[in-house]
């Protein structure tokens, strides 16, 4: 009797398991196409990779990359959104908002900002790249994800302008939206093109400058 009431709970955390498996090892295979979607874009660009490459190279089949993001354009939306994450554990977003809200210091705050910079801007700014070349040659569907990344951009500048005015942090006088403008410009991609990836300087000196540059335009 007591194994007849056992058995159904035992049955129940063996398929609870399973499932837990089945969805943690489907998640690794899709992280593995993005990686590999990513490697390959960046070196030989969107028009030249294909999603049989992609398929071949993570292991998997066309029609699961298919299933998954829809094609070339849903992977680099994929990889790029992977960007803005970070390398540094929670979201680079949530520790962005978390810090606007408890810092007490402005200064100490932009230097923040050019630290999340320096860890974002190494794995947004070459697919951003990469999504501006295919816009310029022709493809539609970059072209919209192009004008899409850049709006979502500015709209999180003037969303933490805002936070920064509402809590006194910045100039007194200096409009949220003046404040976005400058932050969504010391973001863009081309300005760590020009000083990261043609003038060769470290991506710690460029997040320094780009603090300090945030520090110079809005405290």
């Given at each position: 009797?007591?194994?007849?009431?056992?058995?159904?709970?035992?049955?129940?955390?063996?398929?609870?398991?399973?499932?837990?498996?089945?969805?943690?090892?489907?998640?690794?295979?899709?992280?593995?196409?993005?990686?590999?979607a990513r490697e390959l874009f960046l070196a030989k660009g969107f028009g030249a990779t294909t999603i049989a490459g992609?398929?071949?190279?993570?292991?998997?089949?066309?029609?699961?990359?298919?299933?998954?993001?829809?094609?070339?354009?849903?992977?680099?939306?994929?990889?790029?959104?992977?960007?803005?994450?970070?390398?540094?554990?929670?979201?680079?977003?949530?520790?962005?908002?978390?810090?606007?809200?408890?810092?007490?210091?402005?200064?100490?705050?932009?230097?923040?900002?050019?630290?999340?910079?320096?860890?974002?801007?190494?794995?947004?700014?070459?697919?951003?790249?990469?999504?501006?070349?295919?816009?310029?040659?022709?493809?539609?569907?970059?072209?919209?994800?192009?004008?899409?990344?850049?709006?979502?951009?500015?709209?999180?500048?003037?969303?933490?302008?805002?936070?920064?005015?509402?809590?006194?942090?910045?100039?007194?006088?200096?409009s949220a939206r003046e404040a976005a403008d400058v932050m969504f410009t010391c973001t863009a991609a081309e300005l760590?093109?020009?000083?990261?990836?043609?003038?060769?300087?470290?991506?710690?000196?460029?997040?320094?400058f780009v603090g300090r540059t945030l520090a110079a335009n809005l405290l």
């Amino acid at each position: 009797m007591q194994n007849a009431v056992n058995a159904p709970g035992k049955h129940t955390s063996r398929r609870s398991y399973d499932a837990r498996r089945r969805r943690q090892l489907a998640e690794e295979s899709l992280r593995t196409v993005r990686a590999r979607a990513r490697e390959l874009f960046l070196a030989k660009g969107f028009g030249a990779t294909t999603i049989a490459g992609i398929a071949e190279a993570a292991g998997v089949s066309a029609e699961t990359v298919y299933k998954n993001f829809g094609g070339k354009p849903g992977l680099v939306r994929a990889i790029y959104e992977d960007s803005l994450l970070g390398a540094g554990g929670p979201p680079a977003e949530e520790r962005s908002d978390l810090a606007q809200l408890t810092s007490t210091d402005p200064a100490a705050l932009m230097e923040q900002f050019g630290r999340f910079t320096t860890e974002v801007s190494p794995l947004g700014a070459p697919v951003f790249l990469l999504i501006r070349e295919a816009a310029a040659g022709g493809d539609a569907t970059m072209a919209a994800l192009l004008n899409e990344v850049e709006e979502a951009r500015y709209r999180r500048m003037l969303h933490n302008a805002r936070q920064l005015v509402g809590r006194g942090l910045l100039r007194p006088g200096l409009s949220a939206r003046e404040a976005a403008d400058v932050m969504f410009t010391c973001t863009a991609a081309e300005l760590y093109e020009t000083l990261v990836l043609k003038r060769g300087w470290s991506a710690e000196r460029y997040g320094t400058f780009v603090g300090r540059t945030l520090a110079a335009n809005l405290l």
